[in-house]
């Protein structure tokens, strides 16, 4: 992707959700909300993420808690069998990484609950460090500027994985990442995505195929 792209993302008038996770870096919180937001839409999580954070500011108040008191917020997101994994992701940090989450994708991903995307939104918010990073967001938008014309379970395939590695090669991870993500909420959604009005159009192959 080019420089004048990046810009179409990350510039003034570039779409743009805020949401209260985004003003904080904190790895722990940037784990507690990725928890969250699996399955489940950003602004049903914002009021819930607020209120668990209040009663659990810490990896070591989380490592703590009881299951059914984490139950309350995770069921009212509809993740009825999520609490444990909340919490036993809390201990392992205690008890193998001395209560801070790891900084490399090989490490992050040992924790329970924590797969290829948790670690690399870590990895870009918390440490602009990541080699990629891959939802099902992200993968469609790769799918479809670069006319890949995959199918079917398309995040693992490795030529979505090499294209990311290509767009995550800039300066400031967190950021692109944020655009990234409300672009393709925003924009190239998933059904409808808003071609004619879409600044990438004269480079997207999908549009430029249709
Ligand atoms: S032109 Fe359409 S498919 Fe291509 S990036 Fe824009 S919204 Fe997505």
Known sequence: MELSHYRIFI????PKRTFIWRSNSSPFKIMVAEFMLQRTKAEQVEPVYKKFLQQYPDILSLSKARINSVAKYTSSLGLHKRAPVFIAASKYVIKHCKGNIPKTREELLKIPGVGDYVAGAIMAVCYNNADYVIDSNI?????RFYGLKLSGEIRRKKIIIERSKDLFRTKNQQKFLFA?????????KPIHPGCPN?????NCGFYLSS
């Open 180 to 188: 990234l993500l409300d672009f393709t909420a925003l924009i190239c």
């Open 11 to 14: 510039g003034k008038d570039a």
């Open 139 to 143: 993968a469609r938008f790769i799918n």
């Open 198 to 202: 879409c600044p990438l159009k004269n």
